[in-house]
């Protein structure tokens, strides 16, 4: 949350921050830009100020704490700050006070947040205004009543039927009420019917102040309240997205925050006279929450002992001394360093990749997919081949291709973005990675006799070779179309998986001398060029429309594809991910899908815990080149992350899953 008087100074730290959260592998999703409105004049003649999109004056009344240098006027008493901040309870407001944190230190002068982005459908209330009223004034009091106020701030409680005073109030004075009398305010009428301001009205809901409601807590459940507007100002009929951004601070999200959304304004009970079903006339009807995060606020020197890490959750630790002019001192082992890419470029990727899995079971790449089906991988011979293409299939008779025989296979398809909910309609890398099982040979890494192809919608690799890797991931967002074309060249929209050409991107051994590359060629049906896609058609698709349409194939045909190797003859191409080589392709093997249903719960759980490594082979078909050495190391140590986290242990299938 960033906010600034002056929006070149918005710009200018937007702008940084961005740059500082790409540096550590972070994305930007999606950004609201709030803006206060301007002050000015309803249409019919009531000042407005720090308005909102329905047209009303906002952020008028905010509690007050005990001990504040100024506070503010009028409204009820001032609430101790254990109301509000941790680690200062007060026992007279037991709802107010939350449990220690795990360890307490953390608490300590922090506070929770519930943040909710609320869109609001003026075009909506402007259209309930007109139907139920005849005129002006009795559509401005129609209004007045849903909310509790007048557009100007003025409360129902004060003037009941005309938005001004014979004596005008200031600003600070239009918080100088309550619904009935009290010693702050004795001379107020007595409004407990609501016959002055709506019990039910919203700003009456959100704080009862001194009216009856249950549990009498009126004056005690508060909330310290931020809005701001987001979209341009409001033009009827304009179509636009608009609303409120709000954060609400408070001690205790589920006595204060939860309590007042929950009670106050979801439902009647909370005071007589209320039909029990009755909600909010706003938020119920011309407001939806389209966003919502709860969070905590630790205070600065919380912040110290997390960046030290002087405390850990779930262990004992010695109580620290808190000088908050400098940090604590760390009483546990510091963070391993991160290793000097460099030196060890390896290590770096690694370290890097970890970090951007964290606790997630997910892949860091290729997370999201739309399908795991079983297949039949049939190695053919040089039967009907002549020539030039006799020959070439003759050269590549080595390890699987030796000699003709079907293995049982299992092909993953999937989108390459890192975000696993990213619509498919996005243009993408689109992966297929095959698994073969009981497969003869002198293995490469300690698994069950597989061997695996990993290949990807495009013939490049979006980085050379190793010592580029590290250079890749420390690059600026901003700079990577530049520094990186074919990372955004491949990314492309498809109509099919099972209709895409996927090509192996980097070369492996194929026998003691070649050098291979591979694709996989559709047959039946038949290879479909890349589409282009309109927001519109995106959404009309729906965002996981590649797996239906995988799935609505497979429940018509049988898929049919080519495996065919292509020789890298230029040595130079081994280590240089980004050539396109164009030497010419011979098909070694013929894959058929079978017709099937592969969207059952165990499936695609098969589907999320799988793992695939080009090192999962025979030593025939061992991988070559600097960024097959990487691969190596990336995917085990992230195959066994994940699984870590997710409290399965890695496997290698067998084939008989399915």
């Known amino acids: 949350m960033l906010y600034a008087r002056e929006r070149d100074a918005l710009f200018t730290q937007s702008t940084d921050l961005l740059k500082a959260a790409d540096r550590r592998g972070w994305a930007l999703v999606r950004y609201f830009d709030g803006a206060v409105l301007p002050d000015g004049k309803h249409p019919d003649g009531q000042q407005v100020v720090s308005g909102v999109h329905f047209g009303f004056s906002d952020s008028i009344s905010q509690p007050s704490l005990v001990g504040e240098p100024v506070g503010q006027p009028g409204g009820p008493a001032p609430l101790k700050p254990g109301a509000f901040v941790l680690g200062h309870g007060d026992p007279t407001q037991p709802e107010t006070n939350h449990t220690p944190l795990d360890p307490p230190e953390l608490g300590i002068n922090g506070t929770f947040g519930a943040f909710r982005i609320f869109e609001q459908d003026c075009d909506g209330l402007e259209a309930y205004l007109d139907r139920h009223s005849t005129d002006v004034e009795s559509r401005e009091l129609l209004a007045a009543r849903m909310i509790g106020r007048w557009r100007n701030g003025i409360s129902l409680a004060v003037s009941p039927t005309k938005p001004y005073l014979t004596d005008a109030v200031s600003t600070a004075e239009l918080n100088d009420f309550d619904y009935v009398p009290t010693a702050d305010h004795p001379q107020m009428p007595d409004d407990s019917r609501g016959l002055r301001c709506p019990i039910g009205s919203h700003v009456r809901r959100a704080n009862p102040r001194s009216g009856e409601v249950l549990g009498h807590m009126g004056q005690t459940i508060r909330l310290i309240r931020r809005g701001m507007p987001y979209g341009p100002p ?29 009670n106050w304004i979801n439902d009647g009970l909370f005071a007589r006279g209320l039909d029990p079903s009755e909600q909010d006339p706003m938020m119920s009807r011309f407001v939806k929450t389209r966003g919502a995060a709860y969070l905590f606020f630790p205070s600065v020197s919380a912040l110290r002992l997390i960046a030290t890490r002087s405390v850990e959750p779930l262990e ?40 951007r899995v ?149 070369p492996y051994a194929c026998g003691p001398d070649l050098a291979v590359k591979y694709t996989v060629l559709p047959l039946d049906p038949a290879l479909q060029q890349p589409i282009q896609l309109s927001d519109e058609e995106k959404a009309l698709r729906g965002p996981n429309y590649l797996r239906d349409a995988m799935a609505s194939t497979l429940a018509a045909q049988d898929v049919t594809m080519d495996f065919m190797a292509q020789v890298v003859t230029d040595p130079s191409q081994i280590d240089d991910a980004t050539a396109n080589v164009t030497t010419a392709f011979t098909t070694v093997a013929r894959i058929t899908i079978p017709k099937q249903e592969f969207r059952s719960p165990a499936q695609m759980k098969l589907a999320e815990d799988i793992s695939f490594n080009p090192w999962h082979g025979i030593e025939d078909h061992k991988p070559l080149g600097s960024i097959n050495e990487t691969r190596k190391a990336v995917y085990e140590a992230i195959a066994e992350l994940r699984h870590k986290n997710g409290g399965v242990a890695a496997f290698e299938p067998t084939g008989r899953e399915l």
């Open 358 to 506: 964290g606790s997630s079971t997910s892949r860091d790449a290729h997370p999201k997919h739309h399908g795991l089906v079983k297949a039949r991988f049939e190695v053919v011979g040089p039967d009907g081949l002549s020539g030039d293409a006799l020959n070439r299939r003759r050269a590549l008779a080595h390890g699987i291709f030796g000699r003709p025989q079907a293995y049982t296979a299992y092909i993953r398809f999937s989108n390459g973005n890192p975000l696993r909910f990213t619509p498919d309609g996005e243009p993408d890398l689109r992966g297929m990675a095959i698994k073969l099982f009981d497969v003869p040979g002198s293995k490469l890494a300690d698994e069950r006799g597989t061997q695996d192809f990993i290949l990807a919608s495009d013939p490049r690799f979006f980085v050379r070779n190793l010592p580029e890797y590290p250079i890749f991931l420390m690059t600026a967002r901003a700079d990577l179309p530049a520094r990186f074309p074919i990372l955004f060249q491949a990314s492309r929209s498809h109509e099919n998986p099972l209709t895409i050409q996927y090509f192996s991107q980097t």
């Open 234 to 262: 409001h033009v009827r009929g304009d179509g636009k997205e608009r609303g409120m951004l709000g954060l609400f601070l408070c001690a205790s999200l589920k006595s204060q925050f939860e309590f007042i959304m929950r």
């Open 316 to 355: 004992l630790v010695p109580s620290v001394s808190i000088d908050p002019e400098r940090p604590a001192l760390a009483t546990t082992d510091p963070p391993p360093p991160t290793p000097d890419p460099k030196v060890d470029p390896i290590g770096f990727i690694v370290d890097n990749t970890r970090k």
